[in-house]
């Protein structure tokens, strides 16, 4: 039967790389690059960087160019759904074509393939159709766990939940019963839009990379700050990648 290894290669940092990725691009025949074509050359190259830096035996890759996906409008997940079948389709076709019975492919998921990551629903559709494929799933740092450790904190109050939501869910406001929220692809700045009373941010851009930049503080007093930190970097690379957490602040008496 086809293997396939469903890689976490972390947020940016090639170091970020776990023990168990690394042996596990080592047993993979066939690399599958997917080009988004939108996706960043930089997030490219980062893939391209790590095959060459910790594959030791040879190995082809195979780039899988998938289509862009529709303007969301209200049926955002009509929409997602649509495209993922459009995408398990190029997916079957590359992997009987360019994986042969009993090979191993390796598709390397950013940060965690279990966050934000529609590669696992993916590969389900892929299997559902008719191919006959085994997969593993290797975890990788995401993004949040990278946000936490370079701002030095624990996500979570003592004993309370985080929720980890979308720019476009928080667009509704601070969630109700919510202590602390940690918020990806939010393409708007959306924390600039929400009432700042009582909450602190932890904000992070291009974490684990060169052009990484932090900034904390009570919102009310940073929100302009990051908000021109992102638009001057966005401009300067032609691309972002930014999360953050929002959180009350704390009681007197919390540790
Ligand atoms: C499609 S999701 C992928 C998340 C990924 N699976 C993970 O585990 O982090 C992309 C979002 O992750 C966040 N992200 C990923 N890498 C990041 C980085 N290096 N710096 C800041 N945010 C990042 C951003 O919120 C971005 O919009």
Request: charged residues 25%; hydrophobic residues 45%; negative net charge.
């Amino acid at each position: 039967m086809r293997k396939l290894l469903i890689i976490g290669i972390g947020a940016g940092d090639p170091d970020h790389l776990t023990v168990q990725a690394i042996k596990a691009l080592n047993r993979a025949d066939v690399v599958f690059l997917p080009d988004k074509g939108e996706e960043k050359a930089a997030l490219r190259h980062l893939r391209e960087e790590i095959c060459a830096r910790f594959i030791e035996k040879p190995y082809r890759t195979v780039t899988i160019e998938t289509p862009q996906r529709a303007a969301a409008g209200s049926d955002y997940r009509g929409v997602v759904v649509d495209w993922h079948a459009r995408i398990a389709a190029l997916y079957a076709r590359r992997f009987t074509e360019d994986l042969a019975e009993g090979q191993c492919g390796a598709l390397l998921v950013w940060g965690d393939p279990a966050l934000y990551d529609s590669t696992l629903r993916i590969v389900e559709r892929v299997r559902a159709g008719g191919l006959a494929i085994d997969w593993e799933v290797i975890p990788g740092i995401s993004s949040v766990q990278a946000l936490a450790a370079r701002h030095k904190i624990a996500l979570n109050r003592i004993g309370e939940p985080v929720l980890i939501t979308t720019g476009r869910k928080l667009a509704g406001g601070f969630p109700a019963g919510q202590d602390s929220v940690v918020v990806m692809l939010d393409g708007e700045q959306t924390f600039a839009r929400i009432p700042a009373e009582d909450l602190e941010i932890y904000w992070g851009a291009y974490l684990g990379t060169a052009e990484e930049i932090l900034i904390a503080g009570r919102l009310a007093d940073v929100a302009g700050e990051i908000e021109a930190a992102r638009s001057q970097a966005r401009e300067r690379h032609g691309w972002i990648m930014d999360i953050y957490l929002l959180r009350r602040r704390p009681a007197a008496t919390e540790a």
